[in-house]
C-alpha cells in the first residue's frame, strides 16, 4: 500500500476506535454495539479493492482485538475484519464512483450480518458461546439495523477521503509536462505561435525575392 493510503487508513481506523470504545460501547444500546470500525473498513474496501480492504480489515481487527476492554482471544476480529474487507473489496465499482446509495447499504446489511455469524462461529469454535446467551437472532437484527442507520454518516465521507488521497503529490505532480506546455502556449491566444510564424516569414521572402526580380527585369528591360 502506498504511504497515503496507510497514513489515511491508520489514522481512520485509530479515531473509528476511539469513538466506538469511549462513545458507542457506553450507550447501552439493546442487543449490538455500532460498528463504526465496520463501516470505515468498508469505505475503504470499497475505493481500494479486496487487497487492500483485506489489509485494512486486518490492522483494524488485530487493534481492537489489542485495545481494551475486549475481552476475546487475540486475533478473533482480526480476522472477521480481514475476510469482510477482502468480500467488500471485490464489490469495487470498476470507475471508483458510486452512481447509487442502494449498492453501498447493501454492503453495509450484508457485512453486519456476514460480521456477526463469522464473530460468533469464530467464538464457538474457541469455547466462547456468548451469542447463544444473548440470542444470535437479536444481535443480527440490530447490528445490522445500527449499522445501516451509522452508515450514512460514515461510508460516503470515507470514500471521498480515500479517492481523494489516492491524487498522490509526491507520485503525481500538478506541473505540466514540457511538451504539453509548449503546445498550450503554441494553440493558446499568446500570439506565439512559432510556426505560422516561420511560414509566414519564408512566404513573405519569397514575395519579396519575386518583387525584387521583377524590378530588375524592368530596370534591364528600360
Known amino acids: 500500500m502506498r504511504v497515503n493510503r496507510i497514513l489515511l487508513s491508520s489514522s481512520l481506523i485509530v479515531v473509528a476506535l476511539v469513538i466506538q470504545v469511549s462513545v458507542l460501547a457506553r450507550l447501552h444500546l439493546p442487543g449490538a454495539v455500532p460498528d463504526l470500525l465496520l463501516l470505515v473498513v468498508l469505505g475503504l474496501a470499497l475505493v481500494y479493492g479486496h487487497v487492500g480492504g483485506a489489509l485494512v480489515g486486518f490492522a483494524a481487527g488485530l487493534l481492537a482485538d489489542l485495545a481494551p476492554p475486549a475481552d476475546h482471544a487475540a486475533g478473533r476480529y482480526a480476522l472477521v475484519l480481514c475476510v469482510i474487507g477482502y468480500l467488500a473489496g471485490l464489490v469495487k465499482p470498476e470507475s471508483g464512483q458510486v452512481k447509487t ?40 437484527f440490530t447490528a445490522a439495523l445500527y449499522d445501516l442507520l451509522l452508515a450514512p454518516f460514515v461510508v460516503p465521507g470515507v470514500m471521498a477521503l480515500a479517492r481523494r488521497a489516492e491524487n498522490d503529490p509526491f507520485a503525481e505532480t500538478n506541473s505540466v509536462k514540457a511538451g504539453d506546455v509548449s503546445s498550450g502556449w503554441l494553440s493558446g491566444g499568446t500570439g506565439l505561435r512559432i510556426g505560422g510564424q516561420r511560414n509566414g516569414l519564408r512566404v513573405k521572402a519569397a514575395r519579396a525575392r519575386s518583387a525584387r526580380a521583377g524590378r530588375i527585369k524592368g530596370v534591364k528591360r528600360l
Open 101 to 140: 446509495a442502494a449498492g453501498p447499504m447493501l454492503v453495509v446489511v450484508a457485512a453486519a450480518v456476514g460480521s456477526t455469524l463469522l464473530y460468533a462461529g469464530v467464538g464457538a469454535l474457541v469455547g466462547d458461546t456468548a451469542a447463544r446467551h444473548v440470542g444470535l437472532s437479536g444481535l443480527l
